[in-house]
């Protein structure tokens, strides 16, 4: 099974801030990567797909990079609703596999 | 609107079994493949269970394939998740989610359900 880690685990910031996370696969999965942002007691909401494509209806202060089997979300100018969890998942191959998450919050 | 609705969830003693369902509306539910995602109080996401747009293909996460079987009628847009010899670590809030897209399950999940609770305690 393909086993997804993320870094760091959680991060503090403040509005208008830039927020890198990484998301590491242990083995290829090609381009194969959505990023999810989850506010408490709601469900996932799909920011990127394909590594680096942007979900329709997404900010575009929200983007994604991929490099080897490195790959990485960026939020551009943080906002107060961008306060939450951020979960990889790997779309290559069954079994599917997400991220243990990255909690943003507040500073 | 797009919406996926679960039901089902309720407090269930360890050993026993129960059904969960989605209910789809606002697209043509025969046309996407759909997943079942859990979440334990406190803890991340983990998926459970795959199932192909026509029901012809099935794919289940270890922790509970033999357990559960996720099922889907297109005539009635909804999909199941059964969940058998359910055990306490099973507690959690249980999503149905569309795939993004019809053409590959390779670009993540697009719509969510809001979740239904499972409660597995004696």
């Known amino acids: 099974d393909i086993q997804m880690t993320q870094s760091p685990s959680s991060v503090s910031a403040s509005v208008g801030d830039r927020v890198t996370i990484t998301c590491r696969a242990s083995?290829?999965?090609?381009?194969?990567l959505a990023w999810y942002q989850q506010r408490p007691g709601k469900a996932p909401k799909l920011l990127i797909y394909a590594a680096s494509s942007l979900q329709s209806g997404v900010p575009p202060r929200f983007s994604g990079s991929k490099s080897g089997t490195d790959f990485t979300l960026t939020i551009d100018s943080l906002q107060p609703e961008d306060f939450a969890t951020y979960y990889c998942?790997?779309?290559?191959?069954?079994?599917?596999?997400f991220g243990p998450g990255t909690k943003l919050d507040i500073k | 609107q797009v919406q996926l609705v679960e039901s089902g969830g309720g407090v269930v003693q360890p050993g026993r079994s129960l059904r969960l369902s989605c209910a789809a509306s606002g697209f043509a539910f025969s046309d996407y493949a759909v997943f079942w995602v859990r979440q334990a109080p406190g803890k991340g996401l983990e998926w459970l269970a795959f199932?192909?747009?026509?029901?012809?293909?099935?794919f289940y996460a270890d922790s509970v394939k033999g357990r559960f079987t996720i099922s889907r009628d297109n005539s009635k847009n909804t999909l199941h998740l059964e969940m058998n010899s359910l055990r306490p670590e099973d507690t959690a809030v249980y999503f149905c989610a569309r795939e993004a897209t019809t053409v590959t399950t390779n670009f993540g999940m697009d719509v969510w359900g809001q979740g239904t609770t499972v409660t597995v305690s004696s």
């Open positions: 199932i192909s747009y026509d029901g012809s293909n099935t």
């Open positions: 998942q790997q779309a290559n191959s069954f079994p599917l596999t």
């Open positions: 083995q290829d999965i090609s381009e194969w």
